[in-house]
């Protein structure tokens, strides 16, 4: 069973940065297509980030340019970096498999005040 666990969360002003991590139980990141996702209140759970086995990534037009997804095999790690936030970015951050999720972690609230 796969376990997932996210912290880096955090209330930030409008315009600033925080890196999210997700570490993983066990060595599958170096097989499997990882995302960063989010929950905003009232909201569907959405992707905005992900990184492919050839470490390709894509994101959504929302984020495009302002968030970046990488990962580091030997830690397990999946981080998201996010700068210029805005407040609409406010929500609960989860990393998950892209492809066919495993058991979601708590996720990390993010929080951008204007």
């Known amino acids: 069973q796969v376990q997932l666990v996210e912290s880096g969360g955090g209330l930030v002003q409008a315009g600033g940065s925080l890196r999210l991590s997700c570490v993983a139980s066990?060595?599958?990141?170096?097989?499997?297509?990882m995302g960063w996702y989010r929950q905003a209140p009232g909201k569907q759970r959405e992707l905005v980030a992900r990184s492919t086995v050839i470490y390709s990534t894509i994101y959504a037009d929302s984020v495009k340019g302002r968030f970046t997804i990488s990962r580091d095999i030997p830690k397990n790690t999946v981080y998201l970096q996010m700068n210029n936030l805005k407040p609409e970015d406010t929500a609960v951050y989860y990393c998950n498999n892209a492809v066919q999720w495993w058991p979601w972690g708590q996720g990390t609230q993010v929080t951008v005040s204007s």
């Open positions: 066990g060595s599958i990141l170096s097989r499997a297509d």
